[in-house]
């Protein structure tokens, strides 16, 4: 059984970790996240982030990152659709959406049309 010291200890490198304190420095700014060099899947989040980044250099840093220490190379998670809403910084659960089968059939109801009333007048 590996300790959590002995799979970190790419972070003694005083050169790796300035560029790791630089990641996390440019991952606050730009998603308000504070990440935490104890934290069990640091390395994991470190690279979802810099795949989502718009930022050209933090990029840069995670690439040289990666340079420096080779088992910081880690194949991205498969998401179900891509993209996970976000409110901050905690994942929000969508609504559970019809399948294409469904559609196919013509089982989901189709959209009502809205009673409008104006003046205790019904208009639409």
């Known amino acids: ?28 700014t730009e998603f308000g996240v504070k990440l935490h060099l104890t934290e069990e899947h640091l390395e994991q989040q470190l690279a979802d982030y810099a795949r989502k980044t718009r930022s050209s250099q933090l990029t ?37 959406s019809a399948s294409a089968d469904d559609q196919e059939e013509g089982k989901l109801d189709p959209p009502r049309k809205k009673k409008v009333i104006y003046r205790g007048q019904v208009i639409g």
């Not at 059984?1 to 606050?28: F, G, N, Y």
């Open 60 to 96: 840069r840093t995670w690439e040289t990152l990666k340079k420096q220490v080779p088992q910081l190379n880690i194949e991205p998670e498969e998401e179900d659709d891509g993209f996970k809403r976000n409110y901050r910084g905690q994942v929000i659960a969508d609504a559970p």
């Open 1 to 28: 059984m590996t300790t959590l010291a002995s799979e970190r200890s790419w972070l003694l490198d005083p050169s790796v970790l300035k560029l790791v304190h630089q990641c996390r420095r440019l991952i606050h």
